[in-house]
């Protein structure tokens, strides 16, 4: 297959060189706000072609090298609203000048995660974005509990270290995590899997919410989360940054040094991390044992940029050590620690990937692979693992833009991923039987904007998979697509609609693990489907200035939905048995938010959101692992600067989760709670160097509480307690 694709390639190339223009390109301009003044330092890039330079002081810049043909410019400035602007570049020079609208609130945030370079406004997908910023403004050691922060977001914990994201009310394989949208193909089979990933190297976090099969494939039923790099950094400029946290509930301490660099032609960064935790202190008592966990990171990358095209090239290594709270292990620790001597998790991935994108005439190839390696062990009271399984994943992708203007796009494509699960060294504990995956999907995709108002936006893509084991063999055909529309009625009102219908196959836990986990024993399940999801969704978006109004509806109808069911039988050692079954089912629910800067007091801030998912079988019993709806209120005051400090801000903020009184019927009922945080934080400049000084304290009341989805609620442990973050980032430029 590897060597079809590049023959592909490098036929393609031939056949086109003739139409590559050999004449040099340029894209020059001014950047100016709305009256005519000059907004030096304003960022220009083209993230297509991984190009990008700064305004100078009188707002001028000039990017060179550029291949002819559709180019996106993205122009964004600190207190502007960000605009994306697609245009025809033609041989020699280009000239595009913009002007930006001043702006408290951001309006138009660019994302890539739909499938194109496209404004978060105009996507009929619905697609929420996390910034870098944001997270470790938050104040957690828990990357996921950063995440609901995004309405319609929760998590499934076991602590800070090992937790699982939700989108209205799907999760582990029914969401999809992907880096640099290239999906992370590791074990989420099961609630007490750890995620897997950090956002290491990332700058911004993007969420679909629902069905997204026809740009990613099988287990993106319920979600998409994309952690997405950088903007490309200046033209012939380096950059760098150090971050450090400080955490009080875990006498945690994470820190990441970030460095990269660009030339006409070469670009290049890496980026390190590294986090350690002791056993969280849970609300108004003691710590939990064995909930600690230390992690490692590393992201390189490296490319260049040519006549016919941009090449990178990256690699990814993540390692996790994360303790398991369980009955077995909590009579054996007997202090508050940071080691791993029994009962924890140890998993590591290597990821390397390839991302090309060529400019063949008024065509662009963009030719993705990437390979990957998860190992995931586990211990008990024993120096050697009583799991150790290694999953090796090939993942593939070709997708053409056929010729189009600015208001349109036509793409087709093929993904593909072989995979290979393999137990490791004849451990004690071999539940899931080697076997082999293999998938293939075919898609096309088409967008066009009608009087700059109406764009509709769909796909079809057909998906093909197999799954080969010793007692298995299993074959799926599933048809996906999706149409959608967003239409601006004004400048500032803007409605979406979407139809998705999207499928998961089983995976290797559903369809070949029989035994213990935890305190349950589980059996396979025989004859599985794949599930299908059919979602519809509209919503609604206001921004102006000062004000920003969303609200958005969800209907999602799941066929053949696969999910562990108790029963009324016990092994002989009188452990609960469970049975991995399938039934009809349906989610439905909503997201509500506002944001405010009131225009008589700029410096005020109030931001509210609502959340509520309903998770129900055919029969008319509740899902499981459902959340409880959810009220999130913000006050805030922000200032452009005040003394020596830039952007200085202070907010006090709750989370109010109401009773889930309709729990599945292996769970119980929780009660609701309200917790209140606060954080602020400020900048220094001074010359190139910026610091950014943050502090805040969640649950400062120090309350106890427990979340419904928290799995350490049948061991009656509470959520985290009061936590006190210091955080500083300094970056060069």
């Known amino acids: 297959m590897i060597i079809r694709i590049r023959n592909l390639v490098v036929s393609l190339l031939l056949i086109f060189s003739g139409f590559i223009a050999e004449a040099e390109t340029y894209i020059k301009g001014r950047v100016t706000d709305l009256n005519g003044s000059p907004l030096a330092g304003a960022s220009v890039c ?35 609203d960000t605009r994306l602007e697609k245009f025809i570049a033609r041989e020699g020079t280009n000239v595009l000048n913009v002007s930006l609208k001043e702006t408290s609130i951001e309006m138009h945030e660019i994302v890539v995660s739909g499938g194109l370079l496209s404004s978060q406004r105009n996507n009929a997908v619905k697609i929420d974005v996390l910034r870098s910023d944001d997270i470790q403004l938050a104040g957690t050691p828990n990357l996921m509990e950063a995440l609901t922060e ?75 989360i994309n952690f997405v790099g950088g903007e490309p950094c200046p033209q012939g400029k380096v950059e760098g940054s150090y971050r450090a946290r400080m955490y009080s509930n875990t006498l945690g301490f994470a820190n990441d040094l970030n460095l990269r660099g660009s030339s006409d032609k070469f670009f290049a960064g890496v980026s390190l991390d590294y986090k350690t935790h002791a056993d969280y202190k849970q609300g108004g008592g003691d710590y939990v044992p064995n909930s600690r966990f230390n992690e490692w990171s590393a992201d390189m990358s490296a490319g260049f940029n040519t006549k016919i095209g941009t090449f990178s090239l990256s690699y990814y290594y993540y390692k996790q050590q994360v303790g398991m709270t369980v009955p077995a292990a909590v009579s054996l620790i007997s202090k508050r620690g940071r080691d791993h001597d029994i009962w924890y998790q140890n998993p590591h991935h290597n990821l390397i990937s390839l991302h090309n994108k060529l400019f063949l005439g008024r065509l662009r190839l963009d030719v ?46 093929v993904q593909g991923m072989e995979q290979k699960h393999k137990n490791l060294n004849d451990r004690i504990q071999q539940g899931l039987q080697n076997a082999d ?7 096309a995709y088409a967008s066009h904007t009608f009087f700059m108002k109406l764009k509709l936006q769909g796909g079809l893509r057909l998906d093909l998979g197999s799954i080969k084991s010793r007692d298995v063999s299993d074959h799926f055909t599933t048809p996906n697509g999706s149409f959608g529309a967003t239409y601006s009625l004004t400048d500032k009102v803007t409605f979406r609609a979407n139809l998705a219908k999207a499928s998961r196959t089983p995976n290797l836990r559903e369809l070949l693990f029989t035994g213990l986990s935890g305190n349950r024993y589980e059996i396979a399940g025989e004859n599985l489907k794949s599930e299908e999801a059919y979602e519809s969704d509209i919503s609604f978006h206001y921004s102006s200035k000062n004000l920003s109004v969303d609200a958005a509806l969800f209907y999602n109808s799941i066929n053949n939905y696969i999910f562990l069911s108790p029963t009324d039988r016990k092994t002989d050692d009188g452990v609960n048995i469970y049975m991995t079954s399938q039934n009809n089912a349906r989610l439905y629910g909503g997201e509500a938010g506002i944001h405010y800067h009131p225009s008589f007091i700029s410096w005020f801030h109030i931001k509210a959101s609502y959340s509520s998912v309903i998770g129900k079988q055919k029969d008319g019993s509740y899902l499981p692992f459902i959340p409880a709806h959810k009220l999130r209120y913000e006050i805030g005051l922000e200032k452009n600067s005040l003394w020596l400090f830039e952007k200085p801000s202070f907010y006090i903020s709750a ?44 649950n ?34």
């Open 437 to 443: 995956i293999s998938r293939l999907g075919i898609m």
């Open 46 to 80: 083209l993230p297509n072609r991984n190009r990008g330079t700064l305004c100078d002081k009188d707002g001028y810049y000039l990017i060179k090298r550029i291949v002819p043909g559709k180019v996106l410019v993205q122009f964004s400035y600190m207190g502007y």
């Open 655 to 698: 989370l109010s989760a109401f009773a889930q009184k309709h729990p599945s019927r292996f769970e119980t009922r929780t009660c609701g709670y309200t917790i209140f945080n606060v954080k602020a934080d400020a900048a220094i400049k001074i010359a190139k160097t910026r610091m950014v000084i943050g502090l805040s304290a969640n």
């Open 368 to 413: 993705d692979a990437a390979w990957q390696s998860n190992i995931r062990s586990a211990y008990n009271t024993t120096d050697v693992p009583f799991v150790e399984m290694r999953l090796n994943t090939f993942t593939y992708g070709a997708k053409l833009h056929l010729p189009s203007d600015k208001n349109s796009d036509y793409i087709i494509g």
């Open 700 to 733: 400062i009341l120090d309350k106890k509480y427990i979340d419904h989805l928290s799995t350490l609620k049948t061991l009656n442990y509470y959520d985290p307690g009061r936590n006190i973050c210091l955080s500083v980032k300094i970056t060069v430029k």
């Open 150 to 224: 995004i309405p319609g977001v929760d998590m499934i914990s076991r602590g800070p270290g090992l937790s699982k994201p939700v989108i209205r009310g799907l999760s582990m394989n029914g969401i999809l995590i992907a880096k640099d949208g290239t999906r992370i193909e590791n074990y989420q089979y099961s609630e007490g899997h750890p995620a897997g990933v950090d956002d290491n190297g990332a700058e911004r976090i993007e969420i679909i919410k629902g069905p997204a099969s026809l740009l990613y494939g099988s287990d993106a039923i319920g979600g998409v």
